[in-house]
């Protein structure tokens, strides 16, 4: 069974940073695009940014939501199963429920979410 779980939010102030992690079972993560999305409430989900499965010559291209390129860094470690997000010089606008997405030959799978907060 593909699953995923996140961790990793909490309060963080303007300009800090935090690193949210995305635990996969069932499936190998270098085997499958992995997401992240966040939704603010009130707000539909939103995408933020992918992680490509690994591709001979090509590697695993990555792409961000404009708002947070140059901020945010997808990266995958395939020892232990996870993709990360590293989000620096937050702002208060990146407020929102984090979920990552797993997609691949097995279907796709959600997880529950993960709260980041920025504030002061």
């Known amino acids: 069974q593909v699953q995923v779980v996140e961790s990793g939010g909490g309060l963080v102030q303007p300009g800090g940073s935090l690193r949210l992690s995305c635990a996969a079972s069932?499936?190998?993560?270098?085997?499958?695009?992995m997401s992240w999305y966040r939704q603010a409430p009130g707000q539909e989900r939103d995408f933020v940014a992918s992680?490509?499965?690994?591709?001979?010559?090509?590697?695993?291209?990555?792409n961000y939501a404009p708002s947070v390129k140059g901020r945010f860094t997808i990266s995958r470690d395939n020892a232990k199963n996870t993709v990360y997000l590293q989000m620096n010089s937050l702002k208060p606008e990146d407020t929102a429920v984090y979920y990552c997405?797993?997609?691949?030959?097995?279907?796709?799978?959600w997880g529950q979410g993960t709260q980041v907060t920025v504030s002061s």
């Open positions: 069932g499936f190998t993560v270098n085997t499958y695009a």
């Open positions: 997405k797993a997609e691949g030959p097995k279907g796709d799978s």
């Open positions: 992680i490509s499965n690994f591709i001979i010559g090509f590697g695993s291209p990555t």
